[in-house]
């Protein structure tokens, strides 16, 4: 529901069409915009496939942007897959260059070494890799790496439907605490609301828990028995994400109090002050008779609504607060705290989780409303459109400035796994828009109840209660009175039921707030997934150089590469057959064949890729395709920062010392 006001109701398709427009760009902005690149392996030393002739003292990595590393993130395996290094690791890192070292034990004989690395990128993701060298010559190895990249397997699964939580979590605790005091402050008092708004503080607590316990596997050793490592939640705690967790806790504390007030004594102000001002309404002769009474009771009436007036004001004010605090929480901790500009882009941030809070939060609290009570006031309704409208345009201008900060390449809406799940979104956001569009015609035909014959049958049931109540006073049986009680008690639930289900307007809107709030959950979830997705897009850096050009398309097909080689070994010659499909920045599916002379598929022991941008110093980023079929690799999600004239190392090995490698400069992008 997005708007009130009649001559809003009757908004042309033409407009509404625009405002759709303006809310997709704004998302695909923000999307785009938030996520940063995740870090990548731009050198080592030794590089990847070296062979040096004395053991190095250490072993370097250089990366893209600034990480988060541990003193187990890098491990160096001999060839028997026993440790070698040290396990302390240096930050060298200085003058804009990102680099860490761990040194070695002395000694090493000859033989291939395999290095394994894990990181947390500034984005808050985990990233990982491994490459080898060889001191002497290379050799037979066993050493082993995970197979799953960082942040997969089961760890990342329960990572994701966690962040799902905290998410759905602040969406119902800040959104159903801003429906009750900007829309219906009765709310106070009805218990699914206030079972709404506990159960929001309640799954955002125990996510916020679960997250600081799987950070530690999500980002490390991905198994799930390490979430009650203490070791490593104490290194957590040292992060900018684990003290923006903490930080998430101690302000849910405040929460609390806020709730407990809240549905206390807020509650409790609201529900004297409509008795006092029913009251007065009633009797309608204290004021007017000039009596001590009149006079005295219209000034406790005024002196109850101001004192109900300020309580408002002060939780509105500190709620908005602690609310604001949680929603920074995420703004410090992940993607706006990266890029430029970030000193404008974490409040915005902040703001346009407020903006989603008010509105699906306000959704599905509505919702709980028109399903558990007819008492909701059509200019209750009415406000909650107007606020959610508010919401909308907040959602749409906050996304046009990151699409500014930092835009994505439209090219990769097709391309790549990001492209297509914002794309899914943007569909479902079409979705929602056009079932906000139905609720706003049936707010607009929402009435009151005013009928002669709901009042008729209010005034049967009223006399049936009265005298119900009547003989509840002359007998003196306890049962008889409990059960006079009961009788009233049904009477009254059965009258709710009857004007819930009779209330054709009202229904209308249950049904369309209904369709609103299960598209808004899956929204929600798409959008979970899209942070925790490599973004397709190019670098603006690169656009915004002076003299620099824009990249050129794509091409048509992918780059293929077809080159014979010789190990010098038995049986080392063959044929390299590799292809990179789509050959443009972002994600990437390789696949590499080995054919014998003959034309035949040829099974080698050891196949690796290397991508090299020698213009940008960077890389080599290796990429160790998995085995499908004898003579066939692949590996799916190869990451090619920017366009450009890549370098490419193909390295073949057809035995435990037999290998050569394979360049050939290739256009991406």
């Known amino acids: 529901m997005t708007a009130t006001a009649p001559r809003i109701r009757q908004l042309p398709l033409v407009r509404l069409l625009f405002v759709t427009a303006v809310l997709v760009c704004g998302l695909f902005g923000t999307l785009s915009g938030t996520a940063s690149a995740h870090a990548a392996l731009t050198g080592s030393d030794p590089k990847d496939g070296a062979v040096v002739d004395v053991a190095p003292k250490d072993v370097t990595l250089t990366f893209s942007e600034q990480i988060a590393m541990g003193d187990n993130s890098i491990r160096v395996l001999d060839p028997t897959s026993k440790r070698v290094d040290v396990a302390k690791m240096r930050d060298l890192s200085g003058g804009g260059t990102v680099r860490y070292a761990v040194d070695l034990k002395p000694g090493l004989p000859d033989g291939t070494y395999t290095v394994a690395w894990q990181a947390v990128s500034a984005d808050s ?135 407990a007030v809240l549905f206390g004594a807020y509650a409790k102000r609201v529900t004297e002050t409509e008795s006092g001002t029913k009251a007065e309404a009633e009797s309608g002769t204290g004021a007017e008779s000039g009596t001590d009474d009149g006079e005295g009771s219209g000034g406790a009436g005024s002196e109850a609504e101001k004192a109900k007036a ?156 009265g005298e119900a109540v009547d003989g509840a006073g002359e007998t003196s049986d306890p049962e008889r009175a409990a059960q006079l009680a009961r009788q009233r008690t049904a009477l009254a639930t059965a009258r709710k039921k009857r004007d819930r289900d009779a209330d054709t307007e009202r229904s209308g809107l249950r049904r369309s707030v209904l369709i609103e709030a299960c598209v808004a959950l899956v929204v929600l979830a798409v959008t979970t997934a899209l942070t925790g997705t490599e973004p397709g897009r190019t670098q603006e850096k690169e656009a915004g150089r002076p003299g620099t050009e824009a990249a050129a398309p794509a091409p048509a097909r992918p780059v293929s590469l077809t080159e014979p080689f010789d190990t010098g070994g038995a049986n080392g010659k063959g044929t390299v057959r590799l292809t990179l499909d789509p050959a443009r920045s972002g994600d990437n599916l390789m696949h590499v064949w080995i054919d014998d002379p003959a034309g035949k598929p040829m099974d080698v022991p050891e196949v690796k890729v290397a991508y090299t941008l020698k213009s940008e110093q960077i890389g080599p980023l290796p990429v160790v395709p998995e085995r499908l079929a004898p003579g066939h690799w692949s590996a799916s999600s190869v990451q090619i920062p920017m366009p450009g004239d890549w370098h490419l190392q193909v390295t073949v090995r057809t035995s435990d010392i037999d290998q050569t490698t394979i360049e050939k400069n290739v256009k991406i992008g």
């Open 310 to 465: 300020d309580l408002t004001f002060g939780l509105g004010l500190g709620g908005t607060v602690v609310a604001a605090g949680i929603a920074g929480t995420w703004a410090l901790s992940e993607h706006a705290s990266t890029g430029i500009q970030t000193g404008l882009a974490m409040p915005l941030d902040v703001l346009h989780l407020l903006a989603v809070a008010a509105w699906l939060g306000g959704l599905v609290s509505l919702l709980t409303v028109l399903h558990r009570t007819p008492d909701i006031e059509r200019a209750a309704v009415r406000r909650f459109s107007r606020i959610a409208f508010t919401s909308v345009v907040v959602l749409a201008l906050t996304g046009l400035y990151q699409a500014w900060r930092q835009v994505g390449s439209w090219s990769a809406l097709t391309d790549t796994s990001y492209g297509r799940l914002l794309l899914v979104k943007v569909a479902l956001i079409a979705v929602l828009l056009c079932a906000a569009w139905f609720s706003r015609r049936w707010t607009g035909l929402l009435g009151e109840r005013t009928t002669a014959g709901t009042q008729a049958e209010e005034e049967a049931e009223a006399e049936a209660g």
């Open 125 to 259: 993701h985990p990233v990982s890799g491994a490459f080898t060298f060889s001191v002497g010559a290379p050799s037979k190895t066993t050493a082993t790496v995970p197979d799953q990249e960082a942040g997969g397997g089961l760890v990342g699964t329960l990572y994701d439907t966690v962040r799902y939580l905290s998410y759905a979590g602040f969406v119902l605790l800040v959104g159903g605490a801003a429906f009750i005091l900007a829309c219906w402050q009765r709310g106070a008092s009805v218990r699914p609301l206030q079972r709404l708004v506990v159960g929001g503080w309640v799954t955002l607590t125990a996510a916020t828990l679960v997250l600081l316990l799987l950070r530690t596997p999500y980002t490390g050793s991905g198994k799930l028995g390490d979430a009650f490592d203490l070791g490593g939640l104490a290194d957590v705690l040292d992060t900018k994400t684990g003290a923006a967790l903490v930080s998430r806790l101690l302000l849910l504390g405040a929460a609390a109090l806020f709730v």
